[in-house]
C-alpha cells in the first residue's frame, strides 16, 4: 500500500495534536498528514511536536468543523481533494447541571461535536464511495457508550454521534470504506482543564443548593481523581506505550474494527451496559459508586493512582 492521506481536525491540542505528530514520524512513512485547526494562530505547539516532518510528511491547513466553506475549501486544495483517512476528532466539553445551560450553548456542542462530523463525512463520503476506499475513524468517548452524571449534553452528543457512525457503517461498507468510532476514557488535556474551568465560572444560581453541592463536593473530586488514576496521555491514546490499545494500530489494521475503546482501565464500567438490557445495572453501579460506596470507589482509584505513580518512576 502506497502512502496515504490522513486528513485530522481539531490538531491545536491534545490528541489531535498527538495522532498527527504520531503518524507524520511514522518510521514506516504510510502517511502524509494534514492537521487542520480552526485557529491557525495555535499552530506553535503542533509544530514543535512535528519537528522534522513539518512541511514534508505533516502539513497545516485551516478548517473550521462548524463552516462548511471552511471544510470545502479545505478538502479542494488537496490532490484530486484525495483523503484517504479521516480522523474526525474536533470537540468541544460540556459539564454541568442542565438548568445552567441555555439551549444556545446545547445547541454549539451539538454543532462540533455532530454536525461537525456530518458536514466533513457529507464533504468526504462522496468520493470515497467513487474510489471504492477509504477510512473514517471518529474520536467518539466512553460517553458515547453510557451516560454520566452532569454530561447530560456532552454525552448525548457522543450518543449521536455513534448512532450516525454505526448506521453509515452499512452503506460505507458496501463501498469498501470502513468505520471506525475510537472510544475514549478521560485523557489529560486541554479538555479537562476547559471542563473544570467551566465548572469554576458556571452561575449556579439556577440550579439548587443540594445540587450545585453535589456538582462541587461529589462529582468534581471524583472526576479529578478519576483523570489523575486512569487517566490516559493524549499520546498513549495515538500510540500506547504499555498494553493498553492503540488507534495508531486501529489506523493500520487490515479490517478495522467499528468500536475501539482505548482505556483498558474503563472497560468494566463500559461493560456494565452491556452486561444488562434494562440498563438498570449500569445505572445502580454508577449511583452506588457515586453515593453510597464512594470510599470503595476511593479506594480502588488510590490503588490505581499509586501503580500509576510507581510505573511512572520505573
Ligand atoms: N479529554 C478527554 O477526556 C476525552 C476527549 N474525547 C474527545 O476527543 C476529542 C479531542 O479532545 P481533546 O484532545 O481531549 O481536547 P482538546 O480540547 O485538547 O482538543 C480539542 C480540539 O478540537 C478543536 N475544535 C473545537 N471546536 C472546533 C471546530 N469548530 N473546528 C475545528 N476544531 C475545533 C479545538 O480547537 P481550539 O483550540 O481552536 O478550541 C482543539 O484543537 C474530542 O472529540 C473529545 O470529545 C473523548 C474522550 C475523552
Ligand atoms: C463520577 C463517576 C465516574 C466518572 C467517570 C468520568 C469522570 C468519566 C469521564 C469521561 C470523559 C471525560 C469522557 C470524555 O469524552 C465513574 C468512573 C463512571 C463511576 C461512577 C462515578
Request: glycine share 6%; charged share 25%.
Amino acid at each position: 500500500m502506497g502512502t496515504r492521506r490522513v486528513l485530522i481536525t481539531g490538531c491545536s491540542s491534545g490528541i489531535g495534536l498527538a495522532l498527527a505528530a504520531k503518524l507524520a514520524k511514522d518510521e514506516l512513512r504510510r502517511f502524509k498528514v494534514v492537521a487542520t485547526m480552526r485557529d491557525l494562530r495555535k499552530r506553535g505547539p503542533l509544530e514543535k511536536a512535528a519537528g522534522d516532518s513539518l512541511n514534508k510528511t505533516l502539513e497545516i491547513k485551516e478548517l473550521d468543523a462548524c463552516c462548511e466553506a471552511s471544510i470545502r475549501e479545505c478538502v479542494n486544495s488537496l490532490p484530486d481533494r484525495r483523503v484517504d483517512i479521516l480522523v474526525n476528532n474536533a470537540g468541544v466539553v460540556m459539564v454541568g447541571p442542565l438548568e445552567c445551560q441555555s439551549i444556545a450553548a446545547m445547541k454549539e456542542v451539538f454543532d462540533t461535536n455532530f454536525f461537525g462530523l456530518a458536514r466533513l463525512v457529507k464533504e468526504l463520503l462522496p468520493d470515497m464511495k467513487r474510489r471504492q476506499s477509504g477510512h473514517i475513524v471518529v474520536m467518539s468517548s466512553v460517553l458515547g457508550i453510557h451516560g454520566l452524571l452532569f454530561n447530560d449534553v456532552y454525552a448525548a452528543s457522543k450518543f449521536a454521534v455513534e448512532g450516525f457512525c454505526e448506521s453509515l457503517a452499512m452503506q460505507a461498507m458496501k463501498f469498501n470504506i470502513k468505520m471506525t468510532l475510537v472510544e475514549p476514557g478521560p485523557v489529560v488535556t486541554e479538555f479537562e482543564r476547559k471542563m473544570y474551568e467551566d465548572i469554576e465560572k458556571m452561575d449556579l444560581s439556577g440550579t439548587d443548593e443540594e445540587t450545585a453541592k453535589i456538582l462541587r463536593e461529589v462529582y468534581l473530586p471524583f472526576s479529578k481523581k478519576i483523570f489523575t488514576s486512569l487517566g490516559q496521555t493524549p499520546e498513549e491514546v495515538a500510540e500506547a506505550s504499555d498494553d493498553n490499545c492503540q488507534t495508531v494500530k486501529v489506523i493500520t489494521a487490515k479490517d478495522p474494527p467499528l468500536r475501539h475503546q482505548t482505556n483498558r482501565l474503563y472497560m468494566p464500567m463500559t461493560a456494565l451496559k452491556h452486561a444488562d438490557s434494562t440498563g438498570q445495572l449500569s445505572l445502580d453501579a454508577f449511583y452506588k459508586m457515586t453515593f453510597k460506596y464512594d470510599y470503595m470507589l476511593n479506594a480502588t482509584l488510590g490503588v490505581l493512582r499509586m501503580l500509576q505513580r510507581r510505573r511512572g518512576k520505573e
